[in-house]
Every structure is written in structure tokens, then in C-alpha cells.
């Protein structure tokens, strides 16, 4: 079965650390860029951060910088996110989710060019994290 | 960082209605929008990319259009299983936003 589940999650206190971890089956891990998102309770969806496929590119939400590390193990088809400095604000529903390119030429007026679209595949059901005192 | 205003915050409609929602992005971001169902306590699910394009295994009454800052969701015939809460979302540059979503609910 094609799946992500993720895993770590927990309550933890303001100032403190977790590290949440997303197993993959079913799957070319190595293969995919790969995504963790949240949503805040009640809340709508949040990007946290994205890695590319040998884990050399990384880009994270401004509100994470400096406090969170994605990172990935694709000898064992994981993904991981080290939460630092956990604040109040930080508690939410993680999702895992693979990323899947498009390859296409984007075209305006006569000039075109090519471009990579992406879109989320297939994602985990999540992992709550709660920052607390 | 750009921002995808997303309208109606929410909706009521009855099967077999045709739903339309906007987002809006707060510049240009060409075609680089996806847009994402979601029910109570599940996780997303993909709908659109590319602004026009289905993903895999997504019905034919869904279809999005727009390029540039303009771009829309809209539900031919609404199904049951259609009631849920849409959400955008940019790809254009980093961060990557999402809109605050549109509810659609049962009338």
C-alpha cells in the first residue's frame, strides 16, 4: 500500500524540542521532493518546509527559520522535522506529503519557456503536536 | 511574501449547483497554483495544479482557470461528497502560501 505515516508528535513545552518523523511505503522515496505542512486547530493550511530529493535544498515558512530542520534518510524512506524553540503558535497538525513535478513549458503571449509545476501527491494523516505549559 | 486572498470564506449550495470560488494573489505568479479539498479531520487531497489541470483520479466536474493574479475553482455539479472546505495555494516562489480556504456547505 502507497502510504506516508507520520509519527513524533506529543505535548511538549514551550521552549522545548521535538522531532517529528514520516515513514514511507509504496513508493520511489528518493525519487520525490518532499513536504511538511500544518494546520492549527480550527485553522487552515500552512507550507512549513520543503527538500529536495538528495536532501541539498531546503526551504522553510519564515515563522520556522533558524528553529526548524527538515531533513530525510532515503536508505530508509524517511523524512524528518527537528522542531527547536517550540512556541504556542507551533501547535498544529503536521502533515508529510510527497511532491510530484510536472514537467511543461509555460507559454505567455509567443514567448514560452520551460517550467516545472508541482502539486502534493499523496499525504499522511498527520501528527499533532501541542506546545503547552 | 505573496498572498492569496481566497473568496467566499464559505458557501451554501445545494447538490447539484454550480460552485465557483476565487483566489487572488497579491502579484503575478503566471499559472503556479494548485487547489486542495479537504474534509473534517482527513487530511488534503489534490484537485488541481497548474491552475487547469487535474491530478490523477479527480472527477470531470472540477476545473480551475485564471493566470496571473486571477484564479478559480469551480464545481460543475455539486455532489454530496463534494461538501468540504477548498483551499489554494501558490507555488510561484518561496513561501509557498495557501489560501485561508472556502467552506461549502449544504443549504
Known amino acids: 500500500e502507497v502510504q506516508l505515516v507520520e509519527s513524533g508528535g506529543g505535548l511538549v513545552q514551550p521552549g522545548g524540542s521535538l522531532r517529528l518523523s514520516c515513514a514511507a511505503s509504496?513508493?520511489?522515496?528518493?525519487?520525490?521532493?518532499m513536504s511538511w505542512a500544518r494546520q492549527a486547530p480550527g485553522k487552515g493550511l500552512e507550507w512549513v518546509a520543503n527538500i529536495n530529493q538528495d536532501g541539498t535544498e531546503k526551504y522553510y515558512v519564515d515563522s520556522v527559520k533558524g528553529r526548524f530542520t527538515i531533513s530525510r534518510d532515503n536508505a530508509k524512506n524517511s523524512l524528518y522535522l527537528q522542531m527547536n524553540s517550540l512556541r504556542a503558535e507551533d501547535t498544529a497538525l503536521y502533515y508529510c506529503a510527497n511532491l510530484v513535478a510536472d514537467l511543461s513549458r509555460y507559454c505567455s503571449g509567443t514567448s514560452c519557456s520551460s517550467t516545472t509545476y508541482w502539486y502534493f501527491g499523496l499525504w499522511g494523516r498527520g501528527t499533532l503536536v501541542t506546545v503547552s505549559s | 511574501d505573496i498572498q492569496m486572498t481566497q473568496s467566499p470564506s464559505s458557501l451554501s449550495a445545494s447538490v447539484g449547483d454550480r460552485v465557483t470560488m476565487t483566489c487572488r494573489a497579491s502579484q503575478g505568479i503566471r499559472n503556479d497554483v494548485g487547489w486542495y479539498q479537504q474534509k473534517p479531520g482527513k487530511a488534503p487531497k489534490g484537485l488541481i495544479y497548474?491552475?487547469?489541470s487535474l491530478q490523477s483520479g479527480v472527477p470531470s466536474r472540477f476545473s480551475g482557470s485564471g493566470s496571473g493574479t486571477e484564479f478559480t475553482l469551480t464545481i460543475s455539479s455539486l455532489q454530496p461528497e463534494d461538501f468540504a472546505t477548498y483551499y489554494c495555494?501558490?507555488?510561484?516562489?518561496?513561501?509557498?502560501?495557501f489560501g485561508r480556504g472556502t467552506k461549502v456547505e449544504i443549504k
Open positions: 497548474a491552475a487547469s
Open positions: 509504496g513508493l520511489t522515496f528518493s525519487s520525490y521532493w
Open positions: 495555494l501558490q507555488y510561484n516562489s518561496y513561501p509557498w502560501t
